[in-house]
């Protein structure tokens, strides 16, 4: 499976963004896809999940209220929908993929997207 994400960029505090992961591939095999992201300095950190095909999702208290995960699977593509911006979302996010279920840890993902730029200024 490979993955292919998008949408990163550029916003000021209170703003919004989106952002997308395509897959390709071997997708019959995904059960669950989820983001991660990476600060500097930080490790990579676990922020949402959807499972795939049946549509359940879990969000990180984090950025709960704040972000939205959804997912077409028509389009092997997921959205990650970013409001109420805040600086400290500041990070690489990536999109993950996994064959064996749920997990917030990285360790249950086996498919690694290569990371798309989120900028939030103050």
């Known amino acids: 499976v490979q993955l292919q994400a998008s949408g990163g960029g550029l916003v000021q505090a209170g703003g919004s963004l989106g952002l997308s992961c395509t897959a390709s591939?071997?997708?019959?095999?995904?059960?669950?896809m989820g983001w991660f992201r990476q600060a500097p300095g930080k490790e990579r950190e676990f922020v949402a999940a959807?499972?795939?095909?049946?549509?359940?999702?879990y969000i990180d208290h984090s950025v709960a209220g704040r972000f939205t995960i959804s997912g077409d699977t028509a389009k092997n593509t997921m959205y990650l929908q970013m409001n109420s911006l805040k600086p400290e979302d500041t990070a690489v996010y990536y999109c993950?993929?996994?064959?064996?279920?749920?997990?917030?840890?990285?360790?249950?993902?086996?498919?690694w997207g290569q990371g798309t730029q989120v900028t939030v200024s103050s």
């Open positions: 993950a993929a996994t064959r064996t279920g749920w997990g917030t840890s990285e360790d249950t993902y086996q498919y």
């Open positions: 591939g071997r997708t019959f095999s995904v059960r669950v």
């Open positions: 959807i499972g795939w095909g049946g549509g359940s999702t």
